[in-house]
Protein backbone atom coordinates (compact mmCIF):
# COMPACT_ATOMS: atom_id res chain seq x y z
CA UNK A 1 0.00 0.00 0.00
CA UNK A 2 1.07 3.49 -0.51
CA UNK A 3 1.66 5.58 2.25
CA UNK A 4 3.47 8.78 3.75
CA UNK A 5 5.91 8.30 6.28
CA UNK A 6 8.66 9.33 8.40
CA UNK A 7 12.01 7.05 9.11
CA UNK A 8 13.47 9.58 12.12
CA UNK A 9 11.90 12.86 14.07
CA UNK A 10 12.25 16.17 12.16
CA UNK A 11 10.38 18.81 10.38
CA UNK A 12 8.22 18.37 7.33
CA UNK A 13 11.76 17.26 5.18
CA UNK A 14 10.98 13.67 7.04
CA UNK A 15 7.89 13.00 5.33
CA UNK A 16 8.46 11.01 2.13
CA UNK A 17 6.10 8.54 0.44
CA UNK A 18 6.96 4.74 0.56
CA UNK A 19 5.38 1.07 -0.16
CA UNK A 20 4.21 -0.83 2.36
CA UNK A 21 2.66 -4.54 3.05
CA UNK A 22 -0.92 -4.13 4.43
CA UNK A 23 -1.34 -4.09 8.03
CA UNK A 24 -2.39 -7.60 10.09
CA UNK A 25 -5.87 -7.45 11.31
CA UNK A 26 -5.93 -8.43 14.58
CA UNK A 27 -8.40 -9.52 17.05
CA UNK A 28 -11.22 -6.92 17.97
CA UNK A 29 -9.69 -4.96 14.63
CA UNK A 30 -10.97 -3.90 11.25
CA UNK A 31 -8.79 -3.03 8.14
CA UNK A 32 -10.09 0.69 6.87
CA UNK A 33 -9.54 1.32 3.25
CA UNK A 34 -9.08 5.48 3.65
CA UNK A 35 -10.97 7.80 1.83
CA UNK A 36 -10.35 10.76 3.71
CA UNK A 37 -7.72 11.48 6.86
CA UNK A 38 -7.94 14.79 8.82
CA UNK A 39 -4.84 16.94 9.88
CA UNK A 40 -4.72 18.28 12.97
CA UNK A 41 -1.31 19.80 15.12
CA UNK A 42 -0.48 16.41 16.91
CA UNK A 43 0.23 14.86 13.68
CA UNK A 44 3.61 17.38 13.29
CA UNK A 45 3.81 17.97 16.85
CA UNK A 46 4.64 14.32 16.82
CA UNK A 47 6.52 13.94 14.11
CA UNK A 48 9.17 16.85 15.77
CA UNK A 49 9.68 14.36 19.05
CA UNK A 50 7.14 16.38 20.75
CA UNK A 51 5.53 13.33 22.45
CA UNK A 52 8.47 10.76 23.17
CA UNK A 53 8.60 11.44 26.55
CA UNK A 54 5.11 9.79 26.45
CA UNK A 55 4.60 7.37 23.60
CA UNK A 56 6.84 4.82 22.28
CA UNK A 57 7.23 5.13 18.54
CA UNK A 58 8.12 2.16 16.04
CA UNK A 59 9.56 3.41 13.00
CA UNK A 60 9.01 3.84 9.50
CA UNK A 61 6.05 5.96 11.11
CA UNK A 62 3.13 6.70 9.51
CA UNK A 63 1.21 9.45 10.87
CA UNK A 64 -2.65 10.62 11.37
CA UNK A 65 -5.07 9.87 13.74
CA UNK A 66 -8.20 10.45 12.36
CA UNK A 67 -9.75 8.35 9.72
CA UNK A 68 -12.79 8.40 7.44
CA UNK A 69 -13.52 5.01 4.45
CA UNK A 70 -14.69 1.84 3.80
CA UNK A 71 -14.22 -1.55 6.29
CA UNK A 72 -11.87 -3.65 4.16
CA UNK A 73 -11.70 -6.56 6.00
CA UNK A 74 -12.76 -7.60 9.83
CA UNK A 75 -10.69 -9.60 12.53
CA UNK A 76 -12.15 -12.06 15.08
CA UNK A 77 -14.85 -11.09 17.25
CA UNK A 78 -15.84 -7.60 15.19
CA UNK A 79 -19.79 -8.50 15.28
CA UNK A 80 -20.77 -4.21 14.86
CA UNK A 81 -18.82 -4.33 11.51
CA UNK A 82 -18.94 -5.81 8.09
CA UNK A 83 -16.77 -5.43 4.36
CA UNK A 84 -18.14 -2.11 2.70
CA UNK A 85 -19.25 -0.53 6.16
CA UNK A 86 -19.23 3.63 5.81
CA UNK A 87 -16.81 4.27 9.33
CA UNK A 88 -14.93 7.15 10.73
CA UNK A 89 -12.58 6.65 13.92
CA UNK A 90 -9.48 8.82 16.26
CA UNK A 91 -7.20 5.79 15.43
CA UNK A 92 -5.21 6.64 17.98
CA UNK A 93 -3.12 3.01 19.36
CA UNK A 94 -0.75 2.67 22.13
CA UNK A 95 2.37 3.19 20.42
CA UNK A 96 3.33 5.79 17.49
CA UNK A 97 3.95 3.46 14.23
CA UNK A 98 0.88 2.88 11.96
CA UNK A 99 -1.37 6.00 11.06
CA UNK A 100 -4.58 7.12 8.80
CA UNK A 101 -2.32 8.91 6.34
CA UNK A 102 -2.22 5.71 4.11
CA UNK A 103 -4.27 3.90 1.77
CA UNK A 104 -5.08 1.09 4.66
CA UNK A 105 -4.81 1.43 8.42
CA UNK A 106 -5.73 -1.19 11.07
CA UNK A 107 -8.92 0.28 13.80
CA UNK A 108 -9.83 -0.95 17.29
CA UNK A 109 -13.49 -1.62 17.13
CA UNK A 110 -13.43 0.56 20.30
CA UNK A 111 -12.28 3.29 18.68
CA UNK A 112 -14.68 3.39 15.50
CA UNK A 113 -17.77 4.39 14.57
CA UNK A 114 -20.42 4.64 11.28
CA UNK A 115 -19.76 7.69 9.11
CA UNK A 116 -22.29 10.21 9.55
CA UNK A 117 -24.81 10.12 6.69
CA UNK A 118 -25.42 14.03 6.53
CA UNK A 119 -21.19 14.35 6.00
CA UNK A 120 -19.15 13.62 3.04
CA UNK A 121 -16.24 11.75 3.21
CA UNK A 122 -13.73 15.20 3.96
CA UNK A 123 -16.34 16.23 6.92
CA UNK A 124 -16.15 13.02 8.54
CA UNK A 125 -12.42 12.84 8.36
CA UNK A 126 -12.35 16.16 10.06
CA UNK A 127 -14.60 15.24 12.83
CA UNK A 128 -13.14 12.42 15.22
CA UNK A 129 -10.33 13.93 17.37
CA UNK A 130 -10.88 17.40 17.75
CA UNK A 131 -14.58 16.80 17.93
CA UNK A 132 -14.12 13.74 20.55
CA UNK A 133 -12.11 16.56 22.60
CA UNK A 134 -14.54 19.25 22.75
CA UNK A 135 -17.08 16.66 23.48
CA UNK A 136 -15.05 14.78 26.35
CA UNK A 137 -13.97 18.19 28.23
CA UNK A 138 -17.79 19.20 28.04
CA UNK A 139 -19.19 16.70 29.48
CA UNK A 140 -16.25 15.75 31.92
CA UNK A 141 -17.37 19.14 33.42
CA UNK A 142 -20.98 17.68 33.17
CA UNK A 143 -21.99 20.45 31.30
CA UNK A 144 -25.71 21.21 30.93
CA UNK A 145 -28.94 23.63 30.41
CA UNK A 146 -28.41 25.31 33.56
CA UNK A 147 -24.65 26.21 32.33
CA UNK A 148 -23.37 29.36 31.24
CA UNK A 149 -20.03 28.18 29.07
CA UNK A 150 -17.14 30.10 28.65
CA UNK A 151 -15.03 28.89 25.98
CA UNK A 152 -11.52 29.84 24.97
CA UNK A 153 -10.42 29.51 21.58
CA UNK A 154 -14.09 29.23 20.27
CA UNK A 155 -13.17 29.99 16.14
CA UNK A 156 -10.15 27.21 16.58
CA UNK A 157 -10.50 23.67 15.30
CA UNK A 158 -11.60 22.26 18.85
CA UNK A 159 -12.85 25.19 20.08
CA UNK A 160 -15.69 25.96 16.99
CA UNK A 161 -16.85 21.79 17.37
CA UNK A 162 -16.76 23.12 21.75
CA UNK A 163 -19.02 26.24 20.79
CA UNK A 164 -21.58 23.60 19.20
CA UNK A 165 -21.59 20.79 21.48
CA UNK A 166 -21.98 23.05 24.65
CA UNK A 167 -25.03 24.41 22.88
CA UNK A 168 -26.38 21.35 21.91
CA UNK A 169 -26.42 20.56 25.53
CA UNK A 170 -28.22 23.63 26.15
CA UNK A 171 -25.68 25.55 27.90
CA UNK A 172 -25.29 29.42 26.80
CA UNK A 173 -22.00 29.81 25.11
CA UNK A 174 -19.72 32.58 24.89
CA UNK A 175 -16.70 31.96 22.92
CA UNK A 176 -13.14 34.41 22.74
CA UNK A 177 -12.46 35.14 19.27
CA UNK A 178 -10.82 37.82 17.13
CA UNK A 179 -13.28 40.51 16.02
CA UNK A 180 -12.45 38.53 12.25
CA UNK A 181 -13.93 35.95 13.91
CA UNK A 182 -17.00 37.15 15.69
CA UNK A 183 -19.43 36.17 12.97
CA UNK A 184 -18.68 32.69 12.66
CA UNK A 185 -18.47 32.16 16.56
CA UNK A 186 -22.61 33.68 16.17
CA UNK A 187 -23.19 30.73 13.49
CA UNK A 188 -21.96 28.32 15.85
CA UNK A 189 -24.31 29.35 18.41
CA UNK A 190 -22.31 31.34 20.53
CA UNK A 191 -21.77 35.08 21.89
CA UNK A 192 -18.61 35.75 20.97
CA UNK A 193 -15.82 37.87 22.90
CA UNK A 194 -12.31 39.59 22.25
CA UNK A 195 -9.51 37.83 23.37
CA UNK A 196 -6.89 39.95 25.08
CA UNK A 197 -6.60 42.40 27.64
CA UNK A 198 -9.47 43.23 29.78
CA UNK A 199 -11.10 39.71 28.85
CA UNK A 200 -12.25 39.50 32.41
CA UNK A 201 -14.41 42.46 32.59
CA UNK A 202 -16.10 41.97 29.14
CA UNK A 203 -17.06 38.31 30.33
CA UNK A 204 -18.23 40.13 32.92
CA UNK A 205 -19.96 42.24 31.77
CA UNK A 206 -22.02 39.32 30.07
CA UNK A 207 -21.99 37.12 32.98
CA UNK A 208 -21.84 38.98 36.44
CA UNK A 209 -21.58 36.31 38.48
CA UNK A 210 -19.23 34.61 36.02
CA UNK A 211 -19.43 31.43 33.62
CA UNK A 212 -20.42 27.95 35.59
CA UNK A 213 -17.94 26.32 32.89
CA UNK A 214 -14.57 27.12 31.51
CA UNK A 215 -13.29 25.03 28.74
CA UNK A 216 -9.42 26.41 27.84
CA UNK A 217 -8.84 24.74 24.31
CA UNK A 218 -5.64 27.32 23.74
CA UNK A 219 -3.44 27.64 27.10
CA UNK A 220 -2.46 30.83 28.41
CA UNK A 221 -5.91 31.85 29.99
CA UNK A 222 -5.45 30.41 33.67
CA UNK A 223 -5.55 33.53 35.41
CA UNK A 224 -8.45 34.77 33.43
CA UNK A 225 -10.48 31.30 33.58
CA UNK A 226 -9.76 32.07 38.15
CA UNK A 227 -11.16 35.57 37.84
CA UNK A 228 -13.95 34.97 36.06
CA UNK A 229 -15.05 31.65 36.93
CA UNK A 230 -18.47 31.10 39.13
CA UNK A 231 -17.62 30.48 42.88
CA UNK A 232 -19.33 27.00 42.45
CA UNK A 233 -17.91 26.50 38.42
CA UNK A 234 -15.88 23.88 36.83
CA UNK A 235 -12.75 24.19 34.39
CA UNK A 236 -10.48 22.05 32.43
CA UNK A 237 -7.54 22.57 29.65
CA UNK A 238 -6.34 20.55 26.87
CA UNK A 239 -2.92 22.88 26.65
CA UNK A 240 -1.89 23.70 30.32
CA UNK A 241 -1.40 21.31 32.95
CA UNK A 242 -1.31 23.85 35.70
CA UNK A 243 -4.96 23.65 35.77
CA UNK A 244 -4.57 21.02 38.33
CA UNK A 245 -3.42 22.92 40.81
CA UNK A 246 -6.53 25.61 41.16
CA UNK A 247 -9.10 22.78 41.17
CA UNK A 248 -9.82 22.12 37.20
CA UNK A 249 -8.89 19.22 34.80
CA UNK A 250 -6.39 18.08 32.18
CA UNK A 251 -8.08 16.26 29.17
CA UNK A 252 -6.30 14.39 27.26
CA UNK A 253 -8.93 13.07 24.30
CA UNK A 254 -9.81 8.93 24.70
CA UNK A 255 -10.98 6.98 21.29
CA UNK A 256 -14.35 6.12 22.20
CA UNK A 257 -16.52 4.52 19.99
CA UNK A 258 -19.89 5.16 22.45
CA UNK A 259 -19.24 9.12 22.35
CA UNK A 260 -17.81 9.27 18.40
CA UNK A 261 -21.24 7.66 17.70
CA UNK A 262 -22.80 10.45 19.92
CA UNK A 263 -21.42 12.53 17.40
CA UNK A 264 -22.26 11.30 14.70
CA UNK A 265 -26.06 11.69 16.07
CA UNK A 266 -25.31 15.22 16.76
CA UNK A 267 -24.44 15.67 12.96
CA UNK A 268 -27.04 14.25 11.58
CA UNK A 269 -30.06 16.03 13.41
CA UNK A 270 -27.90 19.22 11.67
CA UNK A 271 -26.27 20.06 15.25
CA UNK A 272 -22.80 20.15 14.34
CA UNK A 273 -21.18 20.94 11.37
CA UNK A 274 -18.03 20.48 10.29
CA UNK A 275 -16.18 22.81 8.48
CA UNK A 276 -13.49 22.02 5.81
CA UNK A 277 -10.60 24.55 4.96
CA UNK A 278 -8.76 22.75 2.34
CA UNK A 279 -8.31 19.32 1.09
CA UNK A 280 -4.96 17.54 -0.41
CA UNK A 281 -3.71 14.57 -2.10
CA UNK A 282 -2.25 12.43 -0.04
CA UNK A 283 1.00 12.75 -1.85
CA UNK A 284 0.85 16.49 -0.50
CA UNK A 285 1.18 15.99 3.16
CA UNK A 286 4.10 18.56 3.53
CA UNK A 287 2.41 21.17 2.29
CA UNK A 288 -0.84 20.22 4.63
CA UNK A 289 1.00 20.04 7.59
CA UNK A 290 2.50 23.40 6.60
CA UNK A 291 -0.35 24.98 6.31
CA UNK A 292 -1.90 23.57 9.76
CA UNK A 293 1.55 24.86 11.30
CA UNK A 294 0.53 28.39 10.49
CA UNK A 295 -2.12 28.05 12.47
CA UNK A 296 -4.36 30.17 11.19
CA UNK A 297 -6.77 28.05 9.08
CA UNK A 298 -10.19 28.85 9.30
CA UNK A 299 -11.51 24.81 9.49
CA UNK A 300 -10.04 21.21 8.75
CA UNK A 301 -7.46 20.02 6.62
CA UNK A 302 -8.16 17.24 5.15
CA UNK A 303 -5.73 14.55 3.05
CA UNK A 304 -8.00 12.80 0.56
CA UNK A 305 -6.56 9.13 -0.32
Avoid at 56 to 61: G, I
Avoid at 97 to 124: N, Q
Avoid at 242 to 247: C, D, E, F, M, Q
Wanted: aromatic share 6%; hydrophobic share 40%; charged share 25%.
Amino acid sequence: MRAMAYETYGGTEVLSEIRLPLPKVGPGEVLVRVKCAGVNPVDWKIMAGGLDPLMDVVFPVIPGWDVAGTVERVGIDCPEYAEGDEVIAYARKDYVHGGTFAEFVTVPVRALAHKPASLDWAEAAGLPLAGLTAYQLLTRLRTGKDDTVLIHGAAGGVGSFGVQIAAALGARVIGTASPRNHDRVRELGGEPVEYGDGLADRVRALVPDGPTVVADFVGGVGEVTREVLHNDGRHASIADPSVLGSGGEWIWVRPSAADLTELTRLADTGRLKVPVARTFPLSDLRAAFELSQEGHTPGKIVIEV
